[in-house]
């Protein structure tokens, strides 16, 4: 009896810390693999291993939203963000198979009940229909911004990482590895076209497209930022350090925000390639 008891006793402890481990509020990045800014000098990070999403404001770095570090629980696989067409923040979440959006009362609420793979990427329409990346079921998804249990196949792409829309709202793709081209563009009917030629990246991440039509790629195995010109010339743009491995990337301003997860520090790039410290935590 005095040995069940003592197993019974330890099973609570256990239970205890588990659940203070998943209430808790963190104070640093882990892993910040994704960003998107709202407005100029403000952000939401998608942070794998948090797990969840931070805001930051005006250099202060809050939990916007924590997840549990169970298993199968909402945001507790982040690997994505993006906003909708009336500003409101998503998420996908591969442990859950799904795409959030955030309410007014900063929780989140699912939108395709499980029915997306590995969400890599997120675009959103003017009209708001939403685009999403799904690197497990190589496919391009889109549903209604209300969401949908039945999302559309839009095209079946290997290895697609991140999406973004040219000057004409055709969908741009970024991919890992298919044999058309790593940047393809999806036309009105359906058909699939390559943007640039070949596989010049090694390991993109993220593609951001400015507003002169130049596009941004992070590509974390060569430690840079790629730039493909309206004409589809493909350079390296800035490589190195302060750079360190950089996943994420979005629009801020007249520059990007750049999220080094590595590094556990999200950059802001200027337009003359300056690098300076947006938000970041001590790497242990």
């Known amino acids: 009896m005095i040995r069940l008891l003592q197993t019974t006793c330890m099973l609570v402890l256990t239970a205890s810390v588990s659940l203070a481990q998943d209430t808790s509020t963190a104070t640093e990045f882990e892993y910040p693999l994704a960003v998107v ?23 202060t770095k809050t939990v916007f939203f924590q997840g549990s570090k ?27 198979r799904e795409v959030y959006r955030f309410g007014d009362d900063g929780k989140p609420v699912p939108l395709t009940s499980g029915a997306i793979g590995i969400p890599m990427g997120i675009a959103v329409a003017t009209d708001g229909t939403i ?23 839009v095209a079946s792409i290997i290895g697609p990482k991140s999406l973004t829309f040219d000057g004409d709202g055709n969908l741009l793709v970024l991919n890992t590895s298919d044999t058309r081209g790593q940047i393809l563009k999806v036309l009105p009917d359906g058909k699939v076209e ?20 130049t596009l941004f790629v992070t590509d974390n195995y060569e430690h840079c930022i ?17 750079l360190d491995r950089p996943v994420g990337l979005c629009r801020s301003g007249s520059g990007m925000l750049v999220a080094d997860p590595h590094i556990r520090t999200i950059f802001t790039l200027a337009q003359d390639k300056s690098l300076t410290v947006f938000a970041g935590s001590p790497v242990p």
Not at 194 to 213: A, C, K
């Open 131 to 153: 685009y999403v990346a799904d690197l497990e079921l190589q496919k391009v998804w889109k549903f209604p911004s209300a969401g949908s249990e039945k999302p559309e196949e």
């Open 194 to 213: 390559p943007v640039i030629q070949g596989q010049p990246f090694s390991m993109p991440h993220h593609i951001v497209r400015s507003e002169d039509g």
């Open 37 to 59: 800014s709202p407005a100029e000098g403000t952000a939401f990070v998608a942070d794998r291993n948090l797990p969840g999403v931070w805001k930051v404001e005006n250099g």
């Open 226 to 242: 790629w730039q493909v010109t309206p004409d589809a010339m493909v350079q390296q743009w800035i490589s190195g350090a302060p």
């Open 70 to 96: 169970k298993f199968r629980t909402p945001l507790n696989a982040v690997r994505c963000l993006a906003l909708d067409h009336q500003g409101k923040l998503l998420a996908g979440d591969s442990a859950t």
